[in-house]
């Protein structure tokens, strides 16, 4: 009998001797709009690549989600805030992100992140907090050129 990939996703991620919690705060969510999603990926940063998600009611600023018994390893961790409730992370014609969205590591200063930018290191036995915060597409590169502006200011 085959098992589907996904099945078989779910069952590496849980095989191993050492496990660990983690727990990911999502920051910047706009309050009473939609729903707030995040994924713990460990081979892409797509719905099939990220076998563990967590959702909730867009309540708060903040909130946070509890991954428990997650293998020693490096993970990537993502989130969006399903603004129109649709129950899909929209994007226009060309593949832009039309609703917030975080990812963990160096990936949320990156225009065009990779999985790899998304690694974050997992121990058993340790504090392992994650924050992501959601900005929409191009937040990144507004957040460069103010950066650029306030230092040649202070010369």
Do not use: W
């Amino acid at each position: 009998m085959k098992l589907p990939l996904a099945a078989i996703l779910a069952v590496s991620l849980f095989s191993s001797a050492h496990a660990a919690d983690v727990v990911v705060t999502i920051s910047g969510i706009e309050p009473g709009k939609g729903q707030v999603k995040v994924g713990v990926c460990n081979t892409e940063l797509s719905r099939k690549g990220c076998p563990l998600t967590g959702e909730a009611d867009a309540l708060a600023e903040s909130q946070t989600f509890i991954f428990e018994g997650l293998p020693e390893g490096s993970y990537g961790f993502n989130g969006y805030q399903d603004m129109n409730s649709n129950q899909d992370f929209d994007r226009n014609m060309i593949g832009i992100p039309q609703e917030p969205y975080a990812l963990s590591g160096i990936a949320a200063e990156k225009t065009i992140p990779s999985f790899k930018d998304t690694l974050t290191p997992v121990f058993d036995g340790s504090d392992n907090q994650v924050g992501i915060r959601l900005q929409r597409f191009g937040d990144n590169k507004k957040k460069k050129s103010e950066r650029s502006a306030s230092v040649s200011q202070r010369d």
